[in-house]
């Protein structure tokens, strides 16, 4: 209900009381109607971005700052698989435990990248306070951590497809089945790089973010590249605790003239569990990085 309130003035002349002007009362200082109109019209605050356009925008924005920078770093990771293929041709024999250092050296390379790299990324990112600025996009966390894990791990696509076909080459091993690394790469890439993501939030400095990812790609290159067969029974405990493990098995159970695919599909399958769990956590990380 509107009020309006009348202000009057009186001419000395005639003696008597003229009406001025009529205003609403709710424009009038001090008025309660005045406080309340306002509040009434509050903007309304934008949707929430979306999680795939947001994962897209991260991914090419990690995708072009890094490009010039990881390519040295990719060139690494080839030329350091390819050496150590290159070694244990004279110790390894033909047969399964050639195809155990092929499939583990190209592994090494996503371990190299995605898991190393990753974590000495998250690792500085926190410290210098860059999760800051993250923190004040309108992007989830999810889109953040799979966006950067993402444009990681397809930096080693190249090497790990370089690194295979040198393999086979050198140990004499069908190329028949190379087409599994289109499956071995990404999932095997998002399990290391959920990894090592949440190793480098975690981590409570940058120097124990790069220790903890060098320690997590030994790992990978003593259990994945060694021989299962020339393991102590503890070690290979060990080995199955390892994500990049599954990738090796799977790429190395293609290798013979008539792969299980059975096998090869539930060591795939094991990876891609691994990866949406450890990027969950990655996730969970994130944000507990990122409020403090």
């Given at each position: 209900m509107r009020t309006e309130q009348a202000t009057a003035a009186v001419d000395p002349s005639e003696g008597k009381q003229r009406d001025v002007s009529v205003v609403p009362a709710e424009v009038l200082p001090g008025s309660a109607l005045a406080v309340e109109e306002?509040?009434?019209?509050?903007?309304e605050l934008g949707p929430r971005a979306r999680l795939w356009p947001s994962l897209a925008a991260v991914y090419r924005a990690?995708?072009?700052?890094?490009?010039?920078?990881?390519?040295?770093?990719?060139?690494?990771a080839t030329f350091q698989s390819v050496g150590i293929m290159i070694l244990m041709r004279g110790v390894v024999d033909d047969g399964a435990e050639a195809q155990a250092v092929v499939a583990g050296s190209s592994v090494l390379v996503v371990a190299f990248v995605a898991l190393n790299l990753l974590a000495q990324y998250f690792g500085q990112l926190r410290a210098s306070g860059g999760l800051d600025h993250y923190a004040t996009l309108p992007v989830p966390?999810?889109?953040?951590?799979?966006?950067?894990?993402?444009?990681?791990?397809?930096?080693?696509?190249?090497?790990?497809?370089?690194?295979?076909?040198?393999?086979c080459v050198l140990f004499g091993l069908p190329m028949a089945h190379l087409w599994i690394l289109m499956a071995v790469i990404p999932l095997a890439g998002a399990a290391l790089a959920g990894l090592?993501?949440?190793?480098?939030?975690?981590a409570p400095r940058p120097e124990l973010a790069t220790l903890l990812g060098q320690l997590g790609m030994s790992a990978a290159l003593l259990l994945g590249v060694l021989p299962a067969d020339r393991m102590p029974q503890a070690v290979r405990f060990t080995r199955d605790l390892l994500p990049s493990t599954y990738g090796v098995e799977a790429f190395?159970?293609?290798?013979?003239?008539?792969?299980?695919?059975a096998f090869v599909l539930g060591d795939l399958a094991v990876c891609g569990v691994v990866?949406?769990?450890?990027?969950?956590?990655?996730?969970?990380?994130?944000r507990r990085a990122a409020v403090r």
């Open positions: 306002p509040a009434a019209c509050a903007a990690q995708l072009s700052r890094a490009r010039v920078a990881r390519i040295p770093l990719l060139f690494v966390p999810a889109a953040v951590v799979l966006g950067a894990a993402g444009a990681y791990a397809s930096f080693t696509v190249p090497g790990t497809v370089v690194t295979a076909v040198f393999g090592g993501a949440a190793l480098g939030l975690l190395a159970r293609t290798f013979g003239p008539h792969p299980d695919w990866g949406v769990v450890s990027l969950a956590v990655a996730t969970w990380a994130y």
